[in-house]
Protein backbone atom coordinates (compact mmCIF):
# COMPACT_ATOMS: atom_id res chain seq x y z
CA UNK A 1 0.00 0.00 0.00
CA UNK A 2 1.21 3.39 -0.67
CA UNK A 3 0.62 6.97 -1.11
CA UNK A 4 -1.72 7.60 -4.30
CA UNK A 5 -2.78 10.93 -3.93
CA UNK A 6 -1.65 14.12 -2.03
CA UNK A 7 -3.02 14.15 1.92
CA UNK A 8 -5.15 17.25 2.74
CA UNK A 9 -6.96 17.49 6.20
CA UNK A 10 -10.21 18.12 5.62
CA UNK A 11 -11.18 22.04 6.10
CA UNK A 12 -14.61 23.26 7.21
CA UNK A 13 -16.71 22.02 9.76
CA UNK A 14 -18.64 19.38 8.59
CA UNK A 15 -17.14 16.40 10.69
CA UNK A 16 -16.43 12.88 9.55
CA UNK A 17 -15.69 11.50 13.20
CA UNK A 18 -18.32 11.39 15.71
CA UNK A 19 -16.90 14.43 17.54
CA UNK A 20 -14.85 17.39 17.51
CA UNK A 21 -11.54 15.93 19.77
CA UNK A 22 -11.67 12.63 17.27
CA UNK A 23 -12.17 15.03 14.03
CA UNK A 24 -9.14 17.29 15.31
CA UNK A 25 -6.64 14.04 15.62
CA UNK A 26 -7.90 12.92 12.33
CA UNK A 27 -7.12 16.52 10.72
CA UNK A 28 -3.92 16.88 12.41
CA UNK A 29 -2.54 13.45 11.58
CA UNK A 30 -3.82 13.98 8.32
CA UNK A 31 -2.27 17.28 8.01
CA UNK A 32 1.69 16.04 9.44
CA UNK A 33 1.54 14.33 5.72
CA UNK A 34 0.13 17.32 3.77
CA UNK A 35 2.57 17.97 1.07
CA UNK A 36 3.10 21.74 2.34
CA UNK A 37 4.16 20.16 5.99
CA UNK A 38 6.07 16.63 5.48
CA UNK A 39 9.73 16.50 4.39
CA UNK A 40 8.99 13.19 2.49
CA UNK A 41 5.29 12.54 3.24
CA UNK A 42 5.20 9.87 0.37
CA UNK A 43 7.07 7.59 2.92
CA UNK A 44 5.24 9.02 6.26
CA UNK A 45 8.25 11.12 7.09
CA UNK A 46 7.31 14.10 8.59
CA UNK A 47 10.47 15.80 9.03
CA UNK A 48 13.52 14.87 11.50
CA UNK A 49 15.46 12.67 8.97
CA UNK A 50 12.97 9.53 9.55
CA UNK A 51 10.08 11.07 11.80
CA UNK A 52 6.76 9.16 10.69
CA UNK A 53 3.17 9.54 11.34
CA UNK A 54 2.34 6.19 11.13
CA UNK A 55 3.96 2.85 11.04
CA UNK A 56 3.20 2.03 7.09
CA UNK A 57 0.51 2.73 5.13
CA UNK A 58 -2.01 0.00 6.55
CA UNK A 59 -1.52 1.35 9.86
CA UNK A 60 -2.64 4.71 8.73
CA UNK A 61 -5.46 3.70 6.98
CA UNK A 62 -6.73 1.82 10.20
CA UNK A 63 -5.54 4.45 12.14
CA UNK A 64 -7.77 6.92 10.16
CA UNK A 65 -10.76 4.14 9.78
CA UNK A 66 -10.78 3.87 13.39
CA UNK A 67 -10.90 7.24 14.66
CA UNK A 68 -14.14 8.28 11.99
CA UNK A 69 -15.95 5.20 14.21
CA UNK A 70 -14.29 6.25 17.90
CA UNK A 71 -17.20 7.39 20.12
CA UNK A 72 -16.78 10.04 22.34
CA UNK A 73 -16.32 7.22 25.57
CA UNK A 74 -13.56 5.60 23.68
CA UNK A 75 -9.79 5.85 23.84
CA UNK A 76 -7.86 4.91 20.87
CA UNK A 77 -4.20 3.16 21.53
CA UNK A 78 -1.63 3.81 19.05
CA UNK A 79 1.23 1.42 19.59
CA UNK A 80 4.61 2.80 17.44
CA UNK A 81 2.37 4.08 14.59
CA UNK A 82 0.13 0.97 14.65
CA UNK A 83 -3.34 1.38 15.75
CA UNK A 84 -3.61 -1.75 18.52
CA UNK A 85 -6.57 -1.51 20.61
CA UNK A 86 -10.26 0.30 21.14
CA UNK A 87 -11.22 0.42 25.05
CA UNK A 88 -14.17 2.46 26.73
CA UNK A 89 -12.76 4.83 29.18
CA UNK A 90 -15.15 8.39 29.49
CA UNK A 91 -15.98 11.65 27.73
CA UNK A 92 -13.47 13.46 29.51
CA UNK A 93 -10.68 10.91 28.88
CA UNK A 94 -7.99 11.37 25.99
CA UNK A 95 -9.46 9.94 22.25
CA UNK A 96 -6.07 8.85 21.79
CA UNK A 97 -3.00 7.62 23.68
CA UNK A 98 0.33 7.46 21.75
CA UNK A 99 3.39 5.16 22.53
CA UNK A 100 6.41 5.51 19.99
CA UNK A 101 9.87 4.53 19.70
CA UNK A 102 9.85 2.77 23.03
CA UNK A 103 12.65 -0.12 23.88
CA UNK A 104 13.71 -1.36 27.06
CA UNK A 105 16.77 0.32 27.82
CA UNK A 106 19.56 -2.12 27.55
CA UNK A 107 18.38 -2.81 23.80
CA UNK A 108 17.76 0.74 23.42
CA UNK A 109 20.67 1.51 20.62
CA UNK A 110 20.19 2.32 16.91
CA UNK A 111 21.04 -0.83 15.41
CA UNK A 112 18.48 -2.59 17.40
CA UNK A 113 15.76 -0.39 16.35
CA UNK A 114 16.60 -0.72 13.01
CA UNK A 115 16.46 -4.06 13.04
CA UNK A 116 12.74 -4.08 15.07
CA UNK A 117 11.28 -1.32 12.02
CA UNK A 118 12.74 -3.91 9.32
CA UNK A 119 10.41 -6.51 11.10
CA UNK A 120 7.75 -4.04 11.20
CA UNK A 121 7.53 -3.94 15.33
CA UNK A 122 8.35 -0.63 15.86
CA UNK A 123 8.43 3.21 13.76
CA UNK A 124 10.97 6.36 14.93
CA UNK A 125 8.10 8.77 15.53
CA UNK A 126 10.69 11.81 16.33
CA UNK A 127 8.89 14.47 18.49
CA UNK A 128 5.88 15.65 16.78
CA UNK A 129 5.43 14.05 13.89
CA UNK A 130 4.41 10.91 15.83
CA UNK A 131 1.91 12.72 18.00
CA UNK A 132 0.40 14.32 14.99
CA UNK A 133 1.42 18.19 16.02
CA UNK A 134 3.88 19.17 13.73
CA UNK A 135 3.05 22.37 11.91
CA UNK A 136 5.95 22.52 9.83
CA UNK A 137 8.57 25.12 10.21
CA UNK A 138 6.98 27.47 12.13
CA UNK A 139 7.41 25.20 15.42
CA UNK A 140 10.36 25.57 16.17
CA UNK A 141 10.93 29.17 14.90
CA UNK A 142 10.08 31.03 18.21
CA UNK A 143 12.56 29.18 19.98
CA UNK A 144 15.12 29.67 17.51
CA UNK A 145 14.46 33.13 17.98
CA UNK A 146 14.57 33.42 21.43
CA UNK A 147 17.89 31.22 21.23
CA UNK A 148 19.41 33.96 18.95
CA UNK A 149 17.92 36.71 21.06
CA UNK A 150 19.24 35.72 24.18
CA UNK A 151 22.54 34.90 22.44
CA UNK A 152 22.26 39.10 21.54
CA UNK A 153 21.74 40.07 24.89
CA UNK A 154 24.46 38.13 26.19
CA UNK A 155 26.97 38.90 23.44
CA UNK A 156 26.71 41.74 21.39
CA UNK A 157 24.38 44.29 23.25
CA UNK A 158 21.46 43.01 22.10
CA UNK A 159 21.36 43.16 18.68
CA UNK A 160 23.04 40.97 15.75
CA UNK A 161 22.56 43.73 13.39
CA UNK A 162 25.78 43.35 11.26
CA UNK A 163 26.94 40.06 12.55
CA UNK A 164 27.52 37.01 10.69
CA UNK A 165 25.98 33.84 12.20
CA UNK A 166 26.92 30.70 10.51
CA UNK A 167 24.81 26.90 11.16
CA UNK A 168 24.08 23.94 8.84
CA UNK A 169 20.79 22.15 8.52
CA UNK A 170 17.86 23.90 6.57
CA UNK A 171 15.31 20.60 7.21
CA UNK A 172 12.00 20.52 8.78
CA UNK A 173 13.41 22.10 11.47
CA UNK A 174 16.60 23.54 11.31
CA UNK A 175 15.01 25.51 8.27
CA UNK A 176 14.10 27.75 11.23
CA UNK A 177 16.84 29.35 11.73
CA UNK A 178 17.56 31.66 8.58
CA UNK A 179 14.38 33.62 9.64
CA UNK A 180 14.75 33.32 13.40
CA UNK A 181 18.34 34.80 13.20
CA UNK A 182 17.09 38.08 10.24
CA UNK A 183 14.00 38.58 12.80
CA UNK A 184 16.95 39.78 15.16
CA UNK A 185 18.93 41.52 12.75
CA UNK A 186 21.28 39.15 11.22
CA UNK A 187 23.36 38.05 8.34
CA UNK A 188 23.08 34.35 7.94
CA UNK A 189 25.22 31.56 6.12
CA UNK A 190 23.17 27.95 6.30
CA UNK A 191 24.87 25.16 4.85
CA UNK A 192 22.92 22.24 3.88
CA UNK A 193 23.86 19.39 1.41
CA UNK A 194 20.21 19.09 -0.25
CA UNK A 195 19.46 21.75 -2.78
CA UNK A 196 15.70 21.05 -2.70
CA UNK A 197 15.41 21.96 1.17
CA UNK A 198 16.98 25.10 0.49
CA UNK A 199 14.92 25.68 -2.35
CA UNK A 200 12.13 25.17 -0.27
CA UNK A 201 12.96 27.65 2.67
CA UNK A 202 13.57 30.31 -0.08
CA UNK A 203 9.52 29.36 -1.22
CA UNK A 204 8.59 29.50 2.20
CA UNK A 205 9.88 32.71 2.98
CA UNK A 206 12.12 31.17 5.39
CA UNK A 207 15.68 31.90 3.59
CA UNK A 208 16.30 34.83 1.22
CA UNK A 209 18.19 33.25 -1.16
CA UNK A 210 19.98 29.96 -2.37
CA UNK A 211 24.07 30.06 -3.10
CA UNK A 212 25.94 27.12 -5.23
CA UNK A 213 29.33 28.72 -4.56
CA UNK A 214 31.09 29.92 -1.05
CA UNK A 215 32.63 32.53 -2.56
CA UNK A 216 29.28 34.01 -4.46
CA UNK A 217 27.55 34.01 -1.00
CA UNK A 218 30.32 35.45 1.14
CA UNK A 219 30.25 38.54 -1.08
CA UNK A 220 26.87 38.85 -0.78
CA UNK A 221 26.80 38.43 3.11
CA UNK A 222 29.87 40.91 3.15
CA UNK A 223 27.55 43.27 1.64
CA UNK A 224 25.41 43.00 4.41
CA UNK A 225 27.38 42.85 7.22
CA UNK A 226 28.69 46.36 6.05
CA UNK A 227 24.99 48.29 5.87
CA UNK A 228 24.00 46.41 8.65
CA UNK A 229 20.99 45.05 6.60
CA UNK A 230 19.18 41.66 7.86
CA UNK A 231 19.48 38.65 5.18
CA UNK A 232 19.99 34.77 4.73
CA UNK A 233 21.93 32.60 2.29
CA UNK A 234 21.09 28.63 2.10
CA UNK A 235 24.15 27.54 0.29
CA UNK A 236 24.84 24.20 -1.29
CA UNK A 237 27.52 22.30 0.37
CA UNK A 238 28.95 20.18 3.08
CA UNK A 239 29.41 21.64 6.84
CA UNK A 240 32.01 18.98 7.07
CA UNK A 241 34.07 21.03 4.32
CA UNK A 242 32.70 24.25 4.06
CA UNK A 243 33.34 25.53 7.77
CA UNK A 244 37.02 24.02 7.48
CA UNK A 245 37.21 26.41 4.94
CA UNK A 246 36.08 29.04 6.59
CA UNK A 247 38.48 27.92 9.66
CA UNK A 248 41.39 28.46 7.03
CA UNK A 249 40.61 31.29 5.63
CA UNK A 250 40.36 33.24 8.84
CA UNK A 251 36.73 34.21 8.36
CA UNK A 252 35.45 36.23 10.97
CA UNK A 253 32.70 34.42 12.04
CA UNK A 254 30.75 36.37 15.24
CA UNK A 255 28.16 33.47 15.82
CA UNK A 256 28.32 29.64 15.00
CA UNK A 257 25.83 26.71 15.67
CA UNK A 258 24.51 23.63 13.98
CA UNK A 259 21.19 21.89 13.24
CA UNK A 260 21.94 19.28 10.95
CA UNK A 261 20.23 15.80 11.15
CA UNK A 262 22.99 14.77 13.51
CA UNK A 263 20.92 12.43 15.85
CA UNK A 264 20.76 9.56 13.07
CA UNK A 265 24.29 8.22 11.57
CA UNK A 266 22.23 6.18 9.04
CA UNK A 267 19.30 9.01 8.20
CA UNK A 268 20.12 12.64 7.95
CA UNK A 269 23.80 13.95 7.90
CA UNK A 270 25.56 12.93 4.88
CA UNK A 271 29.28 12.08 4.57
CA UNK A 272 31.72 14.89 2.51
CA UNK A 273 32.38 14.14 -0.60
CA UNK A 274 29.39 12.62 -1.78
CA UNK A 275 25.59 14.08 -3.20
CA UNK A 276 22.11 12.45 -2.06
CA UNK A 277 22.08 9.94 -5.18
CA UNK A 278 25.92 8.59 -4.09
CA UNK A 279 25.28 8.81 -0.45
CA UNK A 280 22.00 6.88 -1.12
CA UNK A 281 24.39 3.68 -3.03
CA UNK A 282 26.62 4.12 -0.38
CA UNK A 283 24.51 3.97 2.56
CA UNK A 284 22.92 0.81 0.81
CA UNK A 285 26.10 -0.95 0.00
CA UNK A 286 28.07 -0.55 3.20
CA UNK A 287 25.86 0.33 6.06
CA UNK A 288 29.06 -0.28 8.21
CA UNK A 289 31.29 2.21 6.38
CA UNK A 290 28.80 4.94 5.16
CA UNK A 291 28.76 5.47 9.52
CA UNK A 292 32.40 5.69 9.66
CA UNK A 293 32.23 8.27 6.87
CA UNK A 294 29.61 9.87 8.49
CA UNK A 295 31.61 10.17 12.14
CA UNK A 296 34.30 11.33 10.22
CA UNK A 297 32.93 14.59 8.68
CA UNK A 298 31.17 15.21 12.26
CA UNK A 299 34.42 14.81 13.66
CA UNK A 300 35.81 17.69 10.96
CA UNK A 301 32.58 19.18 11.47
CA UNK A 302 33.21 19.49 15.74
CA UNK A 303 36.89 20.35 14.75
CA UNK A 304 35.79 23.48 12.34
CA UNK A 305 33.29 24.53 15.55
CA UNK A 306 36.26 24.51 18.24
CA UNK A 307 38.58 26.49 15.91
CA UNK A 308 36.08 29.08 15.44
CA UNK A 309 35.01 29.06 19.31
CA UNK A 310 39.29 29.39 20.11
CA UNK A 311 38.92 31.97 17.35
CA UNK A 312 36.70 34.20 19.19
CA UNK A 313 33.46 33.34 17.60
CA UNK A 314 30.19 32.59 19.97
CA UNK A 315 29.85 29.14 19.58
CA UNK A 316 26.72 26.49 20.64
CA UNK A 317 24.88 23.47 19.47
CA UNK A 318 21.62 24.22 18.66
CA UNK A 319 21.16 19.94 19.98
CA UNK A 320 20.53 17.23 17.46
CA UNK A 321 23.30 15.18 19.19
CA UNK A 322 26.64 16.17 17.09
CA UNK A 323 28.63 16.64 20.31
CA UNK A 324 27.21 13.31 21.77
CA UNK A 325 28.06 11.56 18.41
CA UNK A 326 31.40 12.35 17.81
CA UNK A 327 32.10 12.03 21.75
CA UNK A 328 30.51 8.71 22.26
CA UNK A 329 31.99 6.99 18.83
CA UNK A 330 35.11 8.89 18.69
CA UNK A 331 36.39 9.72 22.04
CA UNK A 332 35.98 13.30 21.82
CA UNK A 333 34.79 14.60 25.01
CA UNK A 334 36.16 17.95 23.98
CA UNK A 335 32.88 18.17 21.45
CA UNK A 336 31.02 19.03 24.80
CA UNK A 337 33.40 22.30 25.16
CA UNK A 338 30.68 24.02 23.19
CA UNK A 339 27.36 24.40 25.00
CA UNK A 340 24.30 23.23 24.36
CA UNK A 341 21.55 26.07 24.00
CA UNK A 342 19.81 25.31 27.05
CA UNK A 343 21.20 25.92 29.68
CA UNK A 344 23.13 28.65 27.62
CA UNK A 345 19.90 30.82 26.95
CA UNK A 346 16.80 28.59 27.60
CA UNK A 347 16.53 27.22 30.73
CA UNK A 348 15.31 30.71 32.69
CA UNK A 349 12.30 30.52 30.39
CA UNK A 350 11.70 26.87 31.20
CA UNK A 351 12.11 27.69 34.85
CA UNK A 352 9.26 30.16 34.56
CA UNK A 353 6.78 27.08 33.05
CA UNK A 354 7.59 29.01 29.21
CA UNK A 355 7.19 26.88 26.06
CA UNK A 356 6.18 26.24 22.66
CA UNK A 357 2.86 26.72 22.86
CA UNK A 358 1.47 26.33 19.57
CA UNK A 359 -2.33 26.34 17.92
CA UNK A 360 -4.07 25.27 14.83
CA UNK A 361 -7.24 26.28 13.15
CA UNK A 362 -8.98 23.17 12.16
CA UNK A 363 -11.48 25.38 10.10
CA UNK A 364 -8.29 25.63 7.73
CA UNK A 365 -9.15 30.07 8.04
CA UNK A 366 -6.58 31.86 8.08
CA UNK A 367 -9.17 34.58 9.52
CA UNK A 368 -9.44 31.86 12.80
CA UNK A 369 -5.50 32.70 13.57
CA UNK A 370 -5.78 36.15 13.30
CA UNK A 371 -8.54 36.05 15.64
CA UNK A 372 -6.56 34.03 18.01
CA UNK A 373 -3.87 36.53 17.63
CA UNK A 374 -5.80 39.37 18.64
CA UNK A 375 -7.55 37.94 21.22
CA UNK A 376 -3.63 37.39 22.69
CA UNK A 377 -2.72 40.99 22.41
CA UNK A 378 -5.95 42.09 23.99
CA UNK A 379 -5.11 39.29 26.67
CA UNK A 380 -1.55 40.20 27.77
CA UNK A 381 -1.23 44.12 26.75
CA UNK A 382 1.58 44.77 29.00
CA UNK A 383 4.01 42.02 27.32
CA UNK A 384 5.86 43.71 24.95
CA UNK A 385 7.51 41.07 23.59
CA UNK A 386 4.96 39.02 23.02
CA UNK A 387 3.58 41.93 21.14
CA UNK A 388 6.50 42.18 18.60
CA UNK A 389 7.02 38.00 18.45
CA UNK A 390 3.10 38.08 17.28
CA UNK A 391 3.33 41.21 14.88
CA UNK A 392 6.80 39.47 13.65
CA UNK A 393 5.13 36.04 12.73
CA UNK A 394 1.92 38.12 11.26
CA UNK A 395 4.50 39.69 8.44
CA UNK A 396 6.62 36.95 7.95
CA UNK A 397 5.43 33.96 8.62
CA UNK A 398 3.44 31.62 5.34
CA UNK A 399 1.36 28.77 6.99
CA UNK A 400 2.12 25.35 5.94
CA UNK A 401 -1.29 23.45 5.59
CA UNK A 402 -3.78 24.11 8.13
CA UNK A 403 -3.41 27.30 9.47
CA UNK A 404 -1.34 27.74 12.89
CA UNK A 405 0.77 29.53 15.13
CA UNK A 406 3.29 29.35 17.82
CA UNK A 407 4.53 31.56 20.65
CA UNK A 408 5.80 30.82 24.16
CA UNK A 409 3.61 31.30 27.18
CA UNK A 410 4.33 31.02 30.66
CA UNK A 411 2.81 29.23 33.61
CA UNK A 412 -0.82 30.50 34.19
CA UNK A 413 -0.67 32.06 30.59
CA UNK A 414 -1.43 28.97 28.49
CA UNK A 415 -4.35 28.76 30.94
CA UNK A 416 -5.58 32.00 30.57
CA UNK A 417 -5.18 31.61 26.60
CA UNK A 418 -7.15 28.41 26.46
CA UNK A 419 -9.98 29.74 28.34
CA UNK A 420 -10.07 32.97 25.67
CA UNK A 421 -9.51 30.28 22.91
CA UNK A 422 -12.44 28.30 23.81
CA UNK A 423 -14.64 31.78 24.41
CA UNK A 424 -13.65 32.53 20.77
CA UNK A 425 -15.01 28.99 19.30
CA UNK A 426 -18.40 29.27 21.84
CA UNK A 427 -19.61 32.77 20.62
CA UNK A 428 -18.40 31.93 16.60
CA UNK A 429 -15.34 34.75 16.96
CA UNK A 430 -13.53 31.22 14.80
CA UNK A 431 -15.79 29.33 12.70
CA UNK A 432 -14.40 25.71 14.42
CA UNK A 433 -12.49 24.67 16.82
CA UNK A 434 -9.11 25.43 17.68
CA UNK A 435 -6.46 22.29 18.36
CA UNK A 436 -3.63 23.17 21.39
CA UNK A 437 -0.35 21.46 21.81
CA UNK A 438 2.86 22.04 22.02
CA UNK A 439 6.40 20.52 21.37
CA UNK A 440 7.49 17.97 23.22
CA UNK A 441 11.02 20.46 23.57
CA UNK A 442 8.76 21.90 26.51
CA UNK A 443 9.53 23.17 30.10
CA UNK A 444 8.52 19.64 31.93
CA UNK A 445 8.16 17.00 29.26
CA UNK A 446 11.29 15.67 28.50
CA UNK A 447 14.76 14.19 29.31
CA UNK A 448 17.67 14.51 27.11
CA UNK A 449 21.05 14.68 28.40
CA UNK A 450 22.77 16.04 25.43
CA UNK A 451 19.85 18.88 24.89
CA UNK A 452 16.86 20.05 26.64
CA UNK A 453 18.29 18.67 30.46
CA UNK A 454 21.90 19.39 29.98
CA UNK A 455 23.82 20.18 32.66
CA UNK A 456 20.84 20.14 35.20
CA UNK A 457 22.14 22.16 38.65
CA UNK A 458 21.41 18.99 40.74
CA UNK A 459 23.07 16.67 38.07
CA UNK A 460 19.76 15.26 37.16
CA UNK A 461 20.36 15.45 33.73
CA UNK A 462 19.23 11.36 32.73
CA UNK A 463 16.54 11.04 35.33
CA UNK A 464 13.67 9.98 32.72
CA UNK A 465 10.83 10.14 35.31
CA UNK A 466 9.56 13.75 34.50
CA UNK A 467 8.50 12.89 30.94
CA UNK A 468 6.80 10.22 32.79
CA UNK A 469 4.64 12.07 35.17
CA UNK A 470 3.81 14.65 32.58
CA UNK A 471 2.13 12.70 30.31
CA UNK A 472 0.45 10.78 33.16
CA UNK A 473 -1.07 13.86 34.43
CA UNK A 474 -2.04 15.22 31.02
CA UNK A 475 -3.82 11.96 30.90
CA UNK A 476 -5.64 12.02 34.11
CA UNK A 477 -6.48 16.11 33.04
CA UNK A 478 -8.18 14.74 29.99
CA UNK A 479 -5.96 15.99 26.99
CA UNK A 480 -7.36 15.19 23.86
CA UNK A 481 -4.47 12.81 23.02
CA UNK A 482 -1.21 12.42 25.06
CA UNK A 483 2.06 10.77 23.26
CA UNK A 484 5.24 9.23 25.30
CA UNK A 485 8.43 9.21 22.67
CA UNK A 486 11.87 7.94 23.16
CA UNK A 487 15.30 9.11 21.01
CA UNK A 488 13.18 12.09 19.80
CA UNK A 489 15.70 15.03 19.08
CA UNK A 490 18.78 13.52 19.55
CA UNK A 491 18.50 10.15 18.49
CA UNK A 492 17.32 6.56 20.12
CA UNK A 493 19.35 6.01 23.61
CA UNK A 494 19.30 9.33 23.98
CA UNK A 495 16.03 11.02 25.46
CA UNK A 496 12.44 10.25 26.84
CA UNK A 497 9.90 13.05 26.04
CA UNK A 498 6.07 13.42 26.44
CA UNK A 499 3.50 15.10 24.05
CA UNK A 500 0.19 16.93 24.90
CA UNK A 501 -3.30 17.94 22.25
CA UNK A 502 -6.31 19.54 23.87
CA UNK A 503 -9.09 21.05 22.01
CA UNK A 504 -11.09 24.35 22.22
CA UNK A 505 -14.17 23.50 21.15
CA UNK A 506 -16.13 26.33 22.94
CA UNK A 507 -18.37 23.60 25.40
CA UNK A 508 -18.50 23.64 29.04
CA UNK A 509 -16.65 20.21 29.51
CA UNK A 510 -14.06 21.56 26.47
CA UNK A 511 -13.13 24.60 28.80
CA UNK A 512 -12.89 22.71 31.95
CA UNK A 513 -10.59 20.27 30.59
CA UNK A 514 -8.37 22.67 28.85
CA UNK A 515 -8.15 24.66 31.91
CA UNK A 516 -6.90 21.34 33.73
CA UNK A 517 -4.28 20.86 31.20
CA UNK A 518 -2.96 23.65 30.69
CA UNK A 519 -2.12 24.80 34.10
CA UNK A 520 -0.69 21.12 35.24
CA UNK A 521 1.49 20.80 31.70
CA UNK A 522 3.39 23.66 31.94
CA UNK A 523 2.93 23.32 35.55
CA UNK A 524 5.22 19.92 35.62
CA UNK A 525 8.15 22.16 34.05
CA UNK A 526 8.26 24.49 36.93
CA UNK A 527 7.72 21.42 39.22
CA UNK A 528 10.41 20.04 37.46
CA UNK A 529 13.16 23.15 37.73
CA UNK A 530 12.39 24.00 41.13
CA UNK A 531 13.02 20.43 42.62
CA UNK A 532 16.27 20.59 40.75
CA UNK A 533 17.16 23.73 42.63
CA UNK A 534 16.49 26.73 39.98
CA UNK A 535 15.54 29.80 41.94
CA UNK A 536 13.68 31.21 39.22
CA UNK A 537 11.59 27.99 39.27
CA UNK A 538 10.75 28.04 43.13
CA UNK A 539 9.87 31.81 43.29
CA UNK A 540 7.40 31.23 40.17
CA UNK A 541 6.07 28.56 42.45
CA UNK A 542 5.60 30.50 45.38
CA UNK A 543 4.43 33.22 43.48
CA UNK A 544 1.63 31.71 41.26
CA UNK A 545 1.18 28.82 44.03
CA UNK A 546 2.29 26.10 42.29
CA UNK A 547 1.79 23.13 45.63
CA UNK A 548 5.04 21.48 45.59
CA UNK A 549 5.58 19.27 48.67
CA UNK A 550 9.54 18.83 48.72
CA UNK A 551 10.57 22.12 47.68
CA UNK A 552 11.81 24.13 50.49
CA UNK A 553 11.19 21.52 52.82
CA UNK A 554 13.79 19.93 54.93
CA UNK A 555 15.84 16.42 54.56
Known sequence: ???????????????????????????????????????????????????????????????????????????????????????????????????????????????????????????????????????????????????????????????????????????????AQPLAATMNGAVFLGIDVDEGR??????????????????EALDVLEGACEQRKPLSVGLVGNAAEVLPELVRRGLEVDVVTDQTSAHDLRLGYLPA??????????????????????????????????ALQRAGTVAFDYGNNLRGQ????????????????????????????SGPFRWAALSGDAGDIAATDAALLDLFPENEHLHRWIKLAQEKVQFQGLPARICWLEYGERAEAGERFNWLVET????????????????????????????????????????LLNAMLNTACGATWVSLHHGGGVGIGYSMHSGMVCVADGTESGGQRLERVLTADPGTGVMRHADAGYDIAIDTARERGVDLPSVGAGA
Not at 199 to 215: E, F, S
Not at 335 to 352: H, M, Q, S, W
Open 273 to 306: GYGLEAAEVFRTSDPTGYQEAVLDSMEAHVSALL
Open 326 to 353: VADHRGRADAFEVPGFVPEYIRPLFCRG
Open 428 to 467: GRVSAPLVIGRDHLDTGSVASPNRETEGMKDGSDAIGDWP
Open 198 to 215: IQRRVDQGYCDRIAHDLD
Open 1 to 175: MTLTSPIRAPRGTSLSCRGWHQEAALRMLMNNLDPEVAERPENLVVYGGAGKAARDWASYHRIVDTLRRLKNDETLLVQSGKPVGVFRTHDQAPRVLLANSWIVPRWATWDRFRQLEAEGLTMYGQMTAGSWIYIGTQGILQGTYETFAACARQHFGGDLSGRLVVTAGLGGMGG
